[in-house]
């Protein structure tokens, strides 16, 4: 007894060696990992991200959505880099706060387009088989001459060579400001008259595809001419942006062809290739949330709303495929008049009138082409306008959903995990009394053609919507980045994506 009583502490320090053998000889990840998920710390370089890799990662995504994904208008011949820069700033900060009018945006200049190029294209091929036709007959008139009165006789020498001229206006003469009488003929040959609005938009027919073909009037350049591609100038200044009509007048006359893909992919600062990086990017950033929550990975706020700003960023890029991006210079073109200075716009009067229908002015008053212009407002009776609302709010509502997808997810407070799902709830229901106005008062009580401000209901909804929206959405940003200063561990942890692939 006295020998297995002097033992006993033997034994006890060579079972305390062992426990102390066996802990040292555990993984090393593991080791990491259990202090990891106890202390909050990210230690494990392999396995683990800090906060500054969540805000990069997010900030840089949030960079791709916002500056990549919007293709802004064309700046103004004379704009200054200042100008330039507070007008960029000025569209990143309206798709942070209020992406639903950049998206509504990006719609009404697609389908604008599309109705564009239709008709330019089918205006040239009217244009060029009358051509051939009077070649055919050896009657030595251009066209020019035979298409209305007034307009400056112009031998056209060759119809499929990139040519500008003095545009053919139907105030040719006229003084500043002062139009002239349009005859009723014009104005049935107009390609948006609801006289010629059918034949136009009518498919091409057989005889038409088989005509001899130029540069067709595309997609691509009915954006360039939406965004003011084209701009007059006189004795050598500028003037004022062409609009539609004006470049009608000029292809009907055969004036001017259409630029080259290659001339417009010239001035573009982006391609296909460009774009479809930044989607790879964002879809990236997409993947990365669906396989954390798959792992049971803390999700932070900062990513939420970062997912979903990329709702917005897939839908503008959709709409805005085809628009050239970011050129600095228009087309000039030959012009015969000064810009429209009747109007100064100075007045609290003018003021309101601009921005209820700001498209309804002419672009002869501008010199340029307005930061948020599609010309879908130009035209009576288009609903275009309202289709575009009605989609942009259409994905506003899938844009607040995903705000509420961080409705269980852990917050430093009670009182900022209720601000958040308030002001999601607000962010994903607000569009829907509005899409309800559209589609159902406004035919009722409004006057539809002017879109995201027509009826008096449509304006009581938007004013209520406004004092509740914003505030909802400041709210969300300061949450999004306030949240951040207490992360559960498991935000720390990076996705192990040996894990989710299948293995035996």
Request: hydrophobic letters at 45%.
């Amino acid at each position: 007894m006295p020998g297995m009583a002097s033992a006993l502490p033997l034994l006890l320090a060579l079972a305390q060696t062992g426990a102390a053998s066996n802990a040292t000889t555990q993984p090393l990840t593991d080791t990491i990992s259990i202090a990891s998920l106890s202390s909050g710390a990210c230690k494990d370089i392999d396995n683990c991200r800090t906060l500054a890799d969540i805000v990069t990662s997010c900030v840089g995504t949030i960079f791709a959505c916002v500056w990549v994904a919007v293709h802004r208008n064309l700046p103004g011949p004379m704009q200054s880099k200042t100008s330039v820069r507070l007008q960029a700033t000025k569209v990143v900060v309206m798709t942070l706060v209020i992406p639903e009018w950049v998206m509504a945006w990006s719609v009404r200049q697609l389908l604008q387009a599309r109705v564009y190029a239709r008709a330019l294209e089918r205006v040239r091929r009217i244009a060029a088989r009358e051509e051939l036709q009077r070649r055919e007959e050896g009657t030595g008139k251009s066209l020019a001459g035979g298409l209305g009165k007034g307009r400056v006789d112009i031998r056209v020498e060759d119809i499929y060579e990139t040519q500008l001229h003095l545009p053919a206006r139907r105030d040719l003469g006229s003084s500043a400001g002062e139009k002239a009488p349009v005859d009723a003929e014009d104005q049935a040959t107009s390609p948006l008259s609801p006289t010629s609005r059918e034949d136009l938009m009518a498919p091409a027919t057989e005889e038409e595809k088989s005509d001899a073909e130029a540069i067709s009037w595309t997609l691509q350049h009915a954006f360039f001419l939406i965004s003011g591609g084209f701009h007059f100038y006189l004795n050598g200044q500028p003037t004022y942006p062409c609009s539609f009509d004006d470049i009608t007048e000029l292809v009907r006359t055969c004036r001017l062809a259409a630029p080259t893909k290659e001339e417009l992919k010239d001035k573009s600062k982006g391609d296909n290739l460009s774009k479809a990086i930044a989607i790879f990017q964002t879809l990236w950033f997409v993947a990365q949330c669906i396989a954390r929550r798959a792992q049971n990975l803390a999700i932070t706020n900062l990513e939420i709303m970062t997912l979903a700003y990329t709702v917005f960023t897939v839908a503008m890029y959709a709409a805005w495929w085809h628009k050239p991006l970011n050129i600095g210079c228009a087309i000039r073109v030959a012009g015969d008049r000064p810009r429209n200075t009747d109007r100064d716009g100075t007045s609290w009067a003018e003021l309101l009138h601009h921005w209820r229908s700001p498209a309804r002015d002419t672009l002869d008053r501008h010199k340029r082409v307005p930061t948020f212009w599609s010309s879908a407002y130009s035209h009576p009776g288009s609903r275009i306008p309202v289709q575009a609302d009605i989609a942009a709010l259409a994905v506003a509502m899938v844009f607040g959903a995903v705000h509420c997808a961080a409705w269980s997810y852990a917050f430093p407070t009670l009182k900022e995990k209720l601000i958040w799902r308030a002001s999601a709830v607000v962010i994903a229901a607000i569009p829907v009394p509005i899409v309800f106005s559209f589609l159902v008062l406004n035919p009722l009580f409004g006057d539809v053609e002017q879109g995201f401000m027509s009826g008096p209901v449509t304006f009581i909804y938007l004013t209520l919507a406004a004092i509740t929206y914003v505030p909802a959405r400041i709210l969300l940003l300061v949450l999004t980045f306030t949240t951040l200063r207490d992360l559960p561990p498991s935000a720390f942890q990076t996705v192990q994506w040996t894990t989710l692939i299948p293995h035996y």
